[in-house]
Nanobody, 124 residues
Framework: QVQLVESGGGLVQAGGSLRLSCAAS????????MGWFRQAPGKEREFVAE????????YYADSVKGRFTASRDNPKNTVYLQMNSLKPEDTAVYYC?????????????????WGQGTQVTVSS
């Protein structure tokens, strides 16, 4: 089992930055692709980004490309999402998730482990 705990969310003004962290426990995540998803009120949970097991490959939703950067530190069993140039439409609960398999996937059902989420609110 993999337990995932996100942190780093908060309230920020438009144009600002936040860095989310996702700390894993129970098992090393060094062989897992790690994804970030978000869910805004009244909307479906949507894919944001994925980073492969080594950190050498990343994949982003068009809505965040060029603004968000996923990274990982396998010895620390932690992944990160650096979010810059934040917009009010980025407001959501952000989740990290882990899966095994090919790279990359936007499909929620392919991720076997999920964190509890962290709230990001961007004010205009």
């Amino acid at each position: 089992q993999v337990q995932l705990v996100e942190s780093g969310g908060g309230l920020v003004q438009a144009g600002g930055s936040l860095r989310l962290s996702c700390a894993a426990s129970g098992r090393t995540i060094s062989s897992y692709a790690m994804g970030w998803f978000r869910q805004a009120p009244g909307k479906e949970r949507e894919f944001v980004a994925e980073i492969n097991w080594s950190g050498g490959r990343t994949y982003y939703a068009d809505s965040v490309k060029g603004r968000f950067t996923a990274s990982r530190d396998n010895p620390k069993n932690t992944v990160y999402l650096q979010m810059n140039s934040l917009k009010p439409e980025d407001t959501a609960v952000y989740y990290c998730a882990a899966r095994l398999g090919y790279f990359a996937s936007e499909i929620r059902g392919e991720y076997g482990y999920w964190g509890q989420g962290t709230q990001v609110t961007v004010s205009s």
